[in-house]
């Protein structure tokens, strides 16, 4: 876990300027960020070991996957469950795919900054303490077996 920096994040974004823009606030808020220009990336990234706090994805990205299934994916390779911050320019009443045992949080682009960062400490600190105890719970199943 990363504990010199506000939090890190995998931000999940396929257009250039959206992810730099997104990118430069969440270090200017203190954050360490690890960007993805898609889910295979973000996949590689997870499956190298990369352990983030919060996940924030696009949800239309330009390619196979769509944001809920590189969310599930990336969740799988992590062996946890990070928050997930969903993002969309889809104004209209689509229905998004549920994402089972992923706390997820839906928002509209353009990205609104100030909410943004005052929503992360509280999902860093879940994400942190949800790790902690399934960390100390694992201990305790090898120390009792």
């Not at 200017?28 to 220009?37: C, D, H, L, P």
């Not at 946890?80 to 911050?85: A, E, R």
């Not at 706390?103 to 790790?131: D, F, M």
Request: glycine fraction near 8%; aromatic fraction near 4%.
């Amino acid at each position: 876990m990363n504990f010199d920096t506000a939090g890190l994040i995998l931000h999940v974004e396929d257009e250039r300027p959206v992810r730099e823009a997104v990118s430069m606030l969440l270090r200017s808020g203190g954050y360490a960020v690890t960007s993805a220009a898609g889910g295979t990336e973000a996949l590689e990234l997870a499956s190298r070991g990369l352990h983030p706090d919060v996940l924030i994805v696009d949800f239309n990205l330009h390619e196979q996957m769509n944001g809920a299934e590189v969310a599930e994916k990336v969740r799988r390779a992590l062996g946890y469950t990070p928050p997930v911050i969903m993002l969309t320019g889809d104004l209209g009443n689509a229905e998004f795919p549920c994402i089972v045992e992923v706390p997820v949080w839906l928002t509209h682009k353009p990205l609104n900054p100030e909410l943004l960062l005052a929503a992360l400490p509280g999902l860093v600190q879940l994400s942190r303490a949800t790790r902690k105890l399934l960390t100390r719970s694992a201990g305790r199943a090898v120390s009792a077996g």
